[in-house]
């Protein structure tokens, strides 16, 4: 078998996607995962970070934990009322859940 027969059984969809020139970008929050897929750009869903912070004995969920802590040292216990803590803790999540995915992806970047 020659090595060009050999590169084109183990390429992926993946590896076409990006020979055609598509910008592949990362996109969730279990941001250690990001490195594998080698990605040019990242993002966060704020469904698929809940998803991924949610669950208990997650490694994520130390964002949600963090979140919570600086909505309250924001907001104070009752200020905003329980909706506007919960607001307030959601913009943190994605926000530190962005931050993290950035990080990754600048420090994987070729």
């Not at 055609?20 to 990242?42: K, L, N, Q």
């Not at 966060?44 to 969920?61: C, D, F, I, M, T």
Request: some cysteine; charged content about 25%; aromatic content about 8%.
């Amino acid at each position: 078998m020659s090595t060009q027969a050999h590169e084109t059984e183990t390429r992926t969809a993946l590896d076409a996607l990006r020979d055609s020139g598509i910008v592949i970008a990362a996109d969730g929050a279990e941001y250690h995962r990001i490195p594998e897929f080698s990605p040019t750009d990242a993002t966060s869903n704020p469904s698929l970070v809940y998803a991924a912070v949610s669950k208990e004995g997650s490694e994520y969920r130390v964002h949600l934990e963090e979140a919570v802590r600086r909505a309250v040292d924001e907001l104070g216990e009752a200020k905003e009322g329980v909706v506007g803590m919960v607001e307030k803790a959601m913009d943190w999540l994605v926000c530190l859940s962005s931050s993290t995915s950035f990080y990754f992806k600048a420090n994987t970047a070729v």
